[in-house]
């Protein structure tokens, strides 16, 4: 079974993230502090035949608060700037928004093209196990089975394969009977999408809020019933997000498994009375 854990790049840049931003604050915290105890600027310009200049910008410009903050200011955009040029701190940043300012990470045809690979690779896959080929193989597989959640489990594990080498994506999952998922460890969150996704019939993915928060996982859920018992099917992972596509493509992959089943079972019954 396949699982995907935080590498140490995502530990790398999740330091490199934490050392930015205490730098950052520090520099913030230094310019507030000198701007509270600088002091005040005396006025030495001669009022009479002085010049716009010298009764406008001269004051300001040597103004002590005003050249600390275009100094601090200087700081922070340095400080920005260096962050931008660090890979591993936006190795998934599409986008930065400083102030006024917008950064653009990633190119958008190069993301358009690969979001359009993945969600042709997807749904290639639920049109693969739709040929009679695959059914076949499938029923092959499964006509000595006798509990249905051993069907589940086959083509999960068959989807988590085609994942793992089609899109290098991972993921772990659990196939269990309610009573069982009732009692799991699983986020309170996911326990509450439970009815949702049984009376929907489709997947329901549960994302994380923050993907920098490699300690917690995505979730895709799904509910299948058979002959009056229901089973969870829990797909989990840390870094990939679980999308609408996932949702077909599971929960359909998901019904063909118990239809390819309840053949099997049909074909083994046929073969009993032949003998």
Not at 76 to 85: A, G, I, M, N, S
């Given at each position: 079974?396949?699982?995907?854990?935080?590498?140490q790049?995502d530990?790398?840049?999740?330091?490199?993230?934490?050392?930015?931003?205490?730098?950052?604050?520090?520099?913030?915290?230094?310019?507030?502090?000198q701007?509270?105890t600088?002091?005040?600027?005396?006025s030495?310009?001669?009022?009479?035949?002085?010049?716009?200049?010298?009764?406008?910008?001269?004051?300001?410009?040597?103004?002590?608060?005003?050249?600390?903050?275009?100094e601090?200011?200087?700081?922070?955009?340095?400080?920005?700037?260096?962050?931008?040029?660090?890979?591993?701190?936006?190795?998934?940043?599409?986008?930065?928004?400083?102030?006024?300012?917008?950064?653009?990470?990633?190119?958008?045809?190069?993301?358009?093209?690969?979001?359009?690979?993945?969600t042709?690779?997807?749904?290639?896959?639920?049109?693969?196990?739709?040929?009679?080929?695959?059914?076949v193989?499938?029923i092959?597989?499964?006509?000595?089975?006798?509990?249905?959640?051993?069907?589940?489990?086959?083509?999960?594990?068959?989807?988590?394969?085609?994942?793992?080498?089609?899109?290098?994506?991972?993921?772990?999952y659990?196939?269990?009977?309610?009573?069982?998922?009732?009692?799991?460890?699983v986020?309170?969150?996911?326990?509450?999408?439970?009815?949702?996704?049984k009376?929907?019939?489709?997947?329901?993915?549960?994302?994380?809020?923050?993907?920098?928060q490699?300690?917690?996982r995505?979730f895709?859920?799904?509910?299948?019933?058979?002959?009056g018992q229901?089973?969870?099917?829990?797909?989990?992972?840390?870094?990939?997000?679980?999308?609408?596509?996932?949702?077909?493509?599971?929960?359909?992959?998901?019904?063909?498994a118990i239809?390819?089943?309840?053949?099997?079972?049909?074909?083994?019954?046929?073969?009993?009375?032949?003998?």
């Amino acid at each position: 079974m396949g699982s995907e854990y935080p590498t140490q790049k995502d530990w790398l840049r999740i330091a490199v993230l934490t050392v930015y931003s205490i730098v950052f604050f520090l520099i913030v915290a230094s310019a507030v502090w000198q701007l509270a105890t600088v002091s005040p600027a005396s006025s030495s310009s001669n009022a009479s035949g002085s010049t716009i200049t010298d009764l406008v910008v001269r004051p300001i410009v040597e103004n002590p608060r005003v050249q600390i903050i275009f100094e601090y200011i200087f700081y922070l955009l340095v400080w920005l700037f260096l962050f931008l040029l660090f890979p591993v701190a936006f190795s998934r940043l599409k986008r930065l928004k400083f102030f006024q300012f917008e950064f653009e990470i990633e190119e958008k045809e190069k993301h358009v093209i690969e979001v359009l690979n993945v969600t042709t690779s997807k749904t290639a896959l639920l049109s693969k196990f739709a040929t009679d080929k695959e059914e076949v193989q499938f029923i092959r597989e499964v006509q000595h089975m006798t509990d249905v959640k051993e069907a589940l489990q086959l083509m999960t594990e068959k989807i988590q394969d085609y994942y793992e080498q089609q899109l290098g994506m991972m993921f772990e999952y659990e196939v269990v009977t309610k009573e069982e998922f009732e009692q799991s460890h699983v986020p309170r969150v996911v326990k509450k999408s439970y009815p949702l996704a049984k009376e929907s019939h489709e997947a329901v993915p549960i994302n994380k809020d923050n993907l920098d928060q490699l300690y917690k996982r995505n979730f895709l859920l799904s509910v299948k019933t058979y002959e009056g018992q229901e089973y969870a099917i829990v797909l989990s992972n840390h870094l990939s997000v679980f999308d609408e596509y996932d949702m077909f493509v599971v929960s359909g992959l998901l019904s063909l498994a118990i239809k390819y089943f309840e053949r099997a079972n049909v074909l083994q019954f046929l073969r009993d009375l032949s003998q």
